[in-house]
């Protein structure tokens, strides 16, 4: 070999070296996403928020380390349609998914059409794992699950809700399914075979995030945690029971002790990125995917009017948190308005990754605001539509919020007025009129529902004698 081409052989080697070495570097350098949804949990049901009777510190951690919002929301008051938006970074009336989806295994158009792409497929281009774990809600025919809307791994169950005790997941697939609430009995999912899983619930789901932190500790990840807890039905195991014998309504403390499991998980996740090293390199974002079913759940969402289902404060303001160390001051406080298609866009930003651009994304990077670049509001108007009922808000940066239910037209001033006591209607049409008008606009551009939601199974029954009928062509 001559002494050029031994040259050559080593430069070439050595620029390949470096080549992964940067890519390497890159690709550490790249923040991973952590996103803890919970489901149905009261506005004043986390410490952070004021909480008296339900310790958790845990949860605590992510607001106290990082960024309590005061003004945040969802995009709809229950769990299918909130997560459509989440996941989406989108108006979820937009896409038609403006009811909560119906447990329908054969049909392919119940749940998150294929035009939409979510954040994981997003994240794809950014050479992101993605793990699904918990509630998925965005349809449970094969080519809505997870696992075909861009998350490598998937832990957890398709239905809007599940039975906490695996002594009660006795049906062994979604085609043994016969009814809607049947689904709170299959058996989980790993990817796209059913398990049999013998923990609790949440205990189960917080183990899996654990193990999945692990499994991709060495590269950039995206995890959407969605635990169903404390979503009914209300069930715990002794070890939380046993940490509430102060509270004597046995409801509120059956859901204490199902925060209580949730943020014994949320501790266990926190614990497992410092040990590896990774605390500082993440993003976490907690909240609830909709507010409080007060009678139902025993949740408390504290000064806040109405509760799940409501376009009023107490439907879609939610407890949120977000953590990223060295780059959101500790113990901040955000007033703003913001709302959970922020994370999508949040995230992106972060990551540099592109996003189709058929698809405008409704959200925005909250970033520049955290960090005090950027002092204007993120939002100048939020906008909730209840397509069947035909109700529907807007609210503006400064809180005036307008709202409609069952027929009756509100003005309310959130600033002055957060429980919405006192309709300003009368006093202040003119503003009413704008926001009204706003909204119009908006709702303009929405399409209608695409498929029938909760409710609705008799009708669509009829429409679809098959529903759980095992089609022969299905893989499972
Ligand atoms: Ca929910």
Known sequence: MTKTLFLFILLVGRCSLLSAQNQSNYL???????VILVDDLGYED?????????????IDKIASKGVKFTNAYVSYAVCGPSRAGLITGRYQDRFGFSRNPLFAPNDPNMGLPLSEETLASALKKSNYKSIAIGKW??????????SKRGFDDFYGFLSGGHQYFPENWTLQDEYEVKAQYDAYNTKLLRNNTRVEETEYLTDALSREAVSYIDKYKDQPFFMYLAYNAPHAPLQATEKYLNRFDTIKDKKRKTYAAMVSAVDDGVG??????????????????FLSDNGGPENHNASNNGVLRGGKGDVFEGGIRVPFAMIWPNKIAANMVYDKPIISLDIFAT?????????????????????????????????EYLFWRKFDANDYACRNTIGQKIARRKDINMLFDLGNDISETNNLIEKKPQSFQNLKTTYEDWGNQMIDPIFLGLG?????NKLHPDRFHRDKNSKQ
């Open 137 to 146: 809600h965005l349809g449970a025919h094969e080519t809505l699950w997870p």
């Open 347 to 379: 995230v992106i930003a972060q990551t540099n990754t592109p996003v189709e651009t058929k698809n405008p994304i409704d959200g925005v990077n909250l970033m520049p605001f955290l960090t005090g670049e950027n002092n204007e509001a993120p939002h």
């Open 28 to 34: 550490k350098a790249q923040p991973n996403i952590i």
């Open 456 to 460: 609705e199974d008799l009708e669509y």
């Open 268 to 285: 266990n996740i926190l614990n497992k990125l410092e040990t590896l090293s990774l605390t500082e390199n993440t993003i976490i974002f």
């Open 46 to 58: 986390v410490g952070f928020n004021g909480c008296k009777d339900i310790p958790t510190p845990n």
